[in-house]
Nanobody, 119 residues
Framework: QVHLQESGGGLAQTGGSLRLSCAFS????????VGWFRQAPTKEREFVAA????????YYADSVNNRFAISRDNVQNTFYLQMNRLKPEDTAVYYC????????????WGQGTQVAVSS
């Protein structure tokens, strides 16, 4: 079982930046994926970005590609989401997650951190 804890959310202005962190306890296996999702008010939770732990290969939702970057620190047992050129539509609760099998929903999730972007 992997336990996750997000930090780094807050308020930013349009065009600004924030960095989210997800600290985990336990061991992440090489072929697992770690990632970020978000849920805005009245909307479904959506995928944002992910990284394959062993290879470091990343993939992104179209809406954040070239603005957000996911990265990891194996020593600190942490992965990150660097969010640049923020837009009001990025406002949401952001969740980090680990996919241990075929689906994200069956993996481990953090409690979420609020990001608000003012126009």
């Amino acid at each position: 079982q992997v336990h996750l804890q997000e930090s780094g959310g807050g308020l930013a202005q349009t065009g600004g930046s924030l960095r989210l962190s997800c600290a985990f306890s336990g061991r992440i296996l090489d072929d697992w994926h770690v990632g970020w999702f978000r849920q805005a008010p009245t909307k479904e939770r959506e995928f944002v970005a992910a990284l394959i732990w062993s290879r470091g290969r990343t993939y992104y939702a179209d809406s954040v590609n070239n603005r957000f970057a996911i990265s990891r620190d194996n020593v600190q047992n942490t992965f990150y989401l660097q969010m640049n050129r923020l837009k009001p539509e990025d406002t949401a609760v952001y969740y980090c997650a680990v996919r241990t099998g075929a689906t994200w929903s069956a993996g481990s999730w953090g409690q979420g951190t609020q990001v608000a972007v003012s126009s």
